[in-house]
């Protein structure tokens, strides 16, 4: 066991700064492990899913991907399906759901693949990531009115390969690509 | 060549609403590929940089880490160092100096894995990441009189497999990880 207590945080209050539709932000008032007090900015929001859509298709693993519009990096990415968890839904239900939305198919199997902070330093909430199998064709994408979204057939070396430049920009994609690999090596 | 004018928006107008030390919140409007304008949240805030320090030890790989607590998601985080860039430096020179900081050690070796966005829907600033090899010891950290970090020798394969659980709760440190095993794969 590595002892820790000499990096232990006491947080001692919260005061909300910001609000709007998707997220907050607040000061937090911390004591440091030496007794000293600072403020730090947090931005709280919903937990996050984000989903590993695989399919074999001629021979090679594919990933099924999306490319949309990003307002924070003025910029197209080609990045996993995933969104917001919305009130009283199970995480899966809206891993599940995201993926019908975005992508127009429907997840056989669903499984999880880890639980991470976005960014601890400053965020609160959760992303959970889950790896969609046996995928099944719907209808019809179920997108909201300000979303537009290409859903697109990848070969997984293209994406591993290409991660870090356009238009595999996304960290968070990144990170679930880091636990598809782990997952390969050591399934469960 | 994708056709993709049918995703692309138009940022019309900025509008800062929250300024705290270390980020800024604005509303930014954008017309939609449609025509319509819709508001959506922005957090602006200065490049980061996150350096893989690699070495060789007792015949395993291991990766240099650093074990602090986050106030975002209050607890403790196994992470890869790095930060925020400093005004006026380079993307690596600023990772040079937060390994330095938080590890004490010097990189013989960097070079770059690759950039993202931390997070594109919201965030507008960008995440650097650095492969460090050749590391020699220097006498001491060199932190802030708010940062209280433990560097720690980790076996590669433990932070793999790890990842996805605490203490490897960290996005942009499984981001990392999914470069450095591309990077191991084809190097360059």
Redesign the interface.
């Given at each position: 066991m590595?002892e820790?207590s000499?990096?232990?945080?006491k947080?001692e209050s919260r005061k909300e700064?910001?609000r709007?539709?998707?997220?907050s932000?607040r000061?937090?008032e911390?004591r440091?492990?030496e007794g000293?007090l600072?403020t730090?900015?947090?931005?709280d929001s919903s937990d996050w899913v984000i989903v590993v859509p695989v399919l074999e298709l001629e021979g090679k693993t594919r990933f099924l991907m999306v490319?949309?519009?990003?307002?924070?990096?003025?910029?197209?990415?080609l990045e996993f399906p995933g969104g917001v968890v919305e009130r009283g839904e199970t995480f899966e239900a809206g891993a599940a759901r995201e993926l019908a939305e975005e992508t127009a198919y429907r997840a056989g199997r669903l499984s999880k693949?880890?639980?991470?902070?976005?960014?601890?330093?400053?965020?609160?909430n959760?992303?959970h990531?889950y790896l969609a199998e046996d995928l099944v064709p719907l209808p019809d994408q179920n997108l909201d009115?300000?979303e537009?979204?290409?859903p697109?057939l990848v070969p997984a070396e293209e994406v591993?390969?290409g991660?870090?430049?356009p238009p595999?920009?996304?960290?968070?994609t990144?990170?679930a690509?880091?636990?598809y690999?782990?997952n390969e090596?050591?399934p469960g």
């Open positions: 590595v820790t000499h990096l232990i945080w947080e700064v910001y709007s539709r998707v997220l932000v000061d937090t911390c440091s492990p000293v600072r730090f900015t947090v931005i490319r949309q519009w990003r307002h924070g990096s003025q910029e197209l990415s693949l880890g639980t991470m902070s976005p960014n601890p330093a400053i965020m609160s959760r992303v990531f009115e300000d537009f979204v290409d697109e591993l390969t991660m870090g430049r595999y920009i996304h960290a968070l990144a990170a690509l880091a636990l690999v782990r090596k050591s």
